[in-house]
């Protein structure tokens, strides 16, 4: 049985940082794609960050801020957060799909976990 589970989240002033890692067991993720999406108040979950063996992608929001990374050895996603905005309060999801594509939208991947909150204060 594939298992997310995020680690990390907090809450921290703008301009700071914070990392967040997701371990994932079940499988072994070296052929997936895996990565963050978040959801915050009222709002639809967008796609944060995505890597894989052959590609990584970034939301223009985050581009330059944000850092994605993994380890296979692992079966760690990490994201590294730096200049944290108020709008980057939400909830931080760790996804994962079958296959080397990355994609943004979030009905293409088949594992989430549970979340973690991430809350940027002004």
């Known amino acids: 049985q594939v298992q997310l589970v995020e680690s990390g989240g907090g809450l921290v002033q703008a301009g700071g940082s914070l990392r967040l890692s997701c371990a994932a067991s079940?499988?072994?993720?070296?052929?997936?794609?895996m990565g963050w999406f978040r959801q915050a108040p009222g709002k639809e979950r967008e796609f944060v960050a995505a890597?894989?063996?052959?590609?990584?992608k970034y939301a223009d929001s985050v581009k330059g801020r944000f850092t994605i990374s993994r380890d296979l050895a692992k079966n760690t996603v990490d994201l590294q957060m730096n200049s944290l905005k108020p709008e980057d309060t939400a909830v931080y999801y760790c996804?994962?799909?079958?296959?080397?594509?990355?994609?943004?939208?979030?009905?293409?991947?088949?594992?989430w976990g549970q979340g973690t909150q991430v809350t940027v204060s002004s």
């Open positions: 996804v994962a799909r079958r296959g080397p594509v990355v994609y943004t939208g979030p009905q293409n991947y088949d594992y």
């Open positions: 079940g499988r072994t993720f070296s052929t997936y794609a």
């Open positions: 890597i894989s063996s052959s590609n990584t």
